[in-house]
C-alpha cells in the first residue's frame, strides 16, 4: 500500500520503532506528524540499537526521506544532540527534513512542566515525559509558540526567545519555581539553530510531492491511541492527536491520499506514567512479565506497568484508528506463562460494558471481566512465519484479532528486524 499511516493501539511503546523500520525497506519516506521528543522508538540492527526520540524510524535505511512535520513539538536542542550522535555513528542524516511550521520546545516549556508535576498532588499527577510536551502544545493552542522557520532569522529568534522566557520567568518566580538563566539557555539554541537551519524545508509540500508520485509513504505514530487528546484516558494523556487522523492535520496530506493504517499492539498491555490502567498486574505477575519484556521506558528509563491484554481499549482504539493491519509484537515475551488471560469487559457498578468510559474515575475503579486461554509454553522467538508458531501462539493471536476485529498483517517475536514476518 503506498501510503500507510502506523500508529500505538495502547499506551505507546508497542514497538512501533522496529515495526516502521521492517516496513521501510520498501518506503520512499518516513513522516513524524506529532508528539515530540517524549517519544522513545527502539530500532536494533545485528548488535547496534537506537533509540529514536525525534528523527523518524526510517533514518536506519539509507535513501529514505525523514520528515519532521508541522505536528511535532521539536526541541531543536535535543534534534540537534539527536542528529549529531547519528552522525558520529555512521548514519547519514542529509535526508532529513523539519518543517518550517513545526512549534519549537523551548527550556522554559521544560522547566513548566516539572513544575506543573511537582505542584500536582498525589493521584493528580500525570507522570509526564517532562519534555516540555505539554506547555508546548498550549503555546501553540494559544498562537504564542514559535515556530521552526524563527530559527532561520537568528537575530529575530533571539529576540522573541528572550520575550517569551522573561514572560514564564516571571511565573516561575510567582510560582516559587527554579528560573532560566537566559544567556546560558541563549547560547545553546543559537548552537542548534545554526546546526539545523539547513533541514529547515515547507515539508507539507515534499509530502505531498512524494505522495503525488505514488511513491510509498509511512507516516510513524508517536505514543498511542489510549493517550490521544481527545480519545485517550483524559487527563491522564499527552496533548497530541496519537490517532491515524493526526496524520493529516500533522503533516499537510489529505484524508484522501491515506491507504492503509496499520495498527501496532503488544500481545500484552504497558503503561509508563500515571492513570488508569483497568488490566494491570500487581505484584509478582507484572514484575514477571516486565522482566521478560525489558519493559523500562526508552525516553526515561522509567520501569512501564504491566498487564493482560485489553480486548475493550484496543477494539475501541482499533475502531477509532480504522485499523486495517495489525503488527502484533512481543509474543515471546508471553512463552513462559501457563495460562494468559484476555479482559472481553468492564464491569462498572455492576454492569457490564464493551466500551470504554469517558470517566478517568470510573476507568480507575471498573472490573475486569476475564476469560482465559491455555499458554503455549515454548519458544516463540525463532518462528519466521505464522504456521512456525506453537498452536497455542495462533489460536491467542487470532483470538485477539477476533475480539479488535482487525486483521493480523505483522507479528514480531523479538526485537531484532529478523525476528518479524508477515502473516
Ligand atoms: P515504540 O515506542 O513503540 O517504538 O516502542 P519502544 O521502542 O519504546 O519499546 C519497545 C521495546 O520492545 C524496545 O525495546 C524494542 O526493542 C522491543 N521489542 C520490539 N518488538 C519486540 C518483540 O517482538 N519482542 C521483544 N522481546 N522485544 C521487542
Ligand atoms: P512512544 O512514542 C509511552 C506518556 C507519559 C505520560 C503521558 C504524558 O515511545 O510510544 P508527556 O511527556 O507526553 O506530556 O507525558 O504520556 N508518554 C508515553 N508513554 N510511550 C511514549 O511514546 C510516550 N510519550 C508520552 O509517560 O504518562
Ligand atoms: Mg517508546
Known sequence: MPVTVLVGIQWGDEGKGKIID????????VVRFQGGNNAGHTVEIGNDKYVLHLVPSGILRPGSLCIIGNGLVVS??????????????GIDVSQIQLSTRAQLIMPYHMLMDTLRETKLSGNKKIGTTRRGIGPAYSDKAARTGIRAHEMLDLALFEERFRHQAEHYNRLFTAAGGETLDLDEAWKELKDAAEYLKAFITDTTYSVNEVVKAGKNVLFEGAQGMLLDIDHGTYPFVTSSSTISGGACTGSGVSPRHIDCVYGVMKAYTTRVGEGPFPTELHGESGENIRI????YGATTGRPRRC???????????????????????????LDNLEELKICT???????KTDRVPASAAELENLTPVYETMPGWM?????????GELPENARKYLLRIAELV????GIVSVGPKREQTFYK
Request: with cysteine; proline share 1%; net charge negative.
Open 22 to 29: 521492517v516496513l521501510t525497506e520498501n518506503a520512499e519516506a
Open 405 to 408: 476485529d482487525a486483521e493480523i
Open 307 to 333: 498487564g493482560w491484554f485489553d480486548a475493550v481499549s484496543s477494539s475501541y482504539s482499533c475502531m477509532v484508528n480504522g485499523v486495517d493491519k495489525l503488527a502484533v509484537t512481543k509474543l515471546d515475551v
Open 345 to 351: 469487559a468492564y464491569e462498572i457498578n455492576g454492569v
Open 378 to 386: 515454548a519458544d516463540s522467538t525463532k518462528a519466521r512465519s505464522f
Open 76 to 89: 531543536p536542542v535535543a534534534l540537534a544532540a539527536e542528529m549529531r550522535e547519528l552522525a558520529e555513528r
Open 292 to 295: 521478560a519484556g525489558n519493559e
